[in-house]
């Protein structure tokens, strides 16, 4: 069974660095073809998807927000963490990370989410 | 990259079907749908465009012509009342994903 969970700190002031990780369990990020990515959801919108890490490191970025995020891989962990810089209250959201299927482009488990605040 | 485009809103008596459009979708075959229930995590209903994952009701199906997709829900029951947001992989120099504006289903 695979689960995700993420975590980091819930409240952030602006400019602030925000680093979420994102722990999961029930596959391998080194197996051939799978990938974790983070998709965001501000309250009452839409989703968003921001960054994909596939299992041989390669790592996607959406273009409008590529400045501002780093998306790296602990496989021995089991951990895959976001950092998003400089932040502002546009990014308030739900930060969710989700599994990708090996050489399957959809997010098929996704975490609970992580709501995260930007506020002084 | 451009979100996809969906209608906000479609709507059905218990019984009958909702078909939900999605506009821009790359010309990749990987086309997905989640359900996102109030304060709950997006779940995968469809994905490669009409395909279902173990689980889902045979009820909820998915097409795709030219650079539309669409997503209907047969038989409504109250349990499909949900938002519902469509994506795709984008290729060329993205190599990402896109999603859709979201449309909330309603079951009167």
């Known amino acids: 069974q695979i689960t995700l969970k993420e975590s980091g700190r819930t409240l952030v002031k602006p400019t602030q660095t925000l680093t979420l990780t994102c722990t999961f369990s029930g596959f391998s990020l080194s197996t051939s073809g799978v990938g974790v990515g983070w998709i965001r959801q501000p309250p009452g919108k839409a989703l968003e998807w921001l960054a994909l890490?596939?299992?041989?490191?390669?790592?996607r970025y959406s273009p409008s927000l590529k400045s501002r995020l780093t998306i790296t891989k602990d496989t021995s962990k089991n951990q895959v963490v976001l950092t998003v810089t400089n932040m502002d209250p546009v990014d308030t959201a739900t930060y969710y990370c989700?599994?990708?299927?090996?050489?399957?482009?959809?997010?098929?488990?996704w975490g609970q989410g992580a709501m995260v605040t930007v506020s002084s | 990259q451009s979100a996809l485009t969906q209608p906000p809103s479609a709507s059905g008596s218990p019984g009958q079907s909702v078909t939900i459009s999605c506009t821009g979708t790359?010309?990749?075959?990987?086309v997905s749908w989640y359900q996102q229930h109030p304060g709950k995590a997006p779940k995968l209903m469809i994905y490669e465009v009409n395909k279902r994952p173990s689980g889902v009701p045979d009820r909820f199906s998915g097409s795709k012509s030219g650079n539309t997709a669409s997503l209907t829900v047969s038989g409504l029951q109250a349990e499909d009342e949900a938002d519902y947001y469509c994506?795709?992989?984008?290729?060329?120099?993205?190599?990402?994903?896109?999603f859709g504006t979201g449309t909330k289903v309603t079951v009167l």
């Open positions: 994506s795709s992989y984008a290729g060329g120099n993205i190599l990402g994903y896109v």
């Open positions: 890490i596939y299992w041989d490191d390669d790592k």
């Open positions: 790359s010309s990749y075959n990987y």
């Open positions: 989700a599994h990708r299927r090996g050489w399957v482009h959809t997010f098929d488990v």
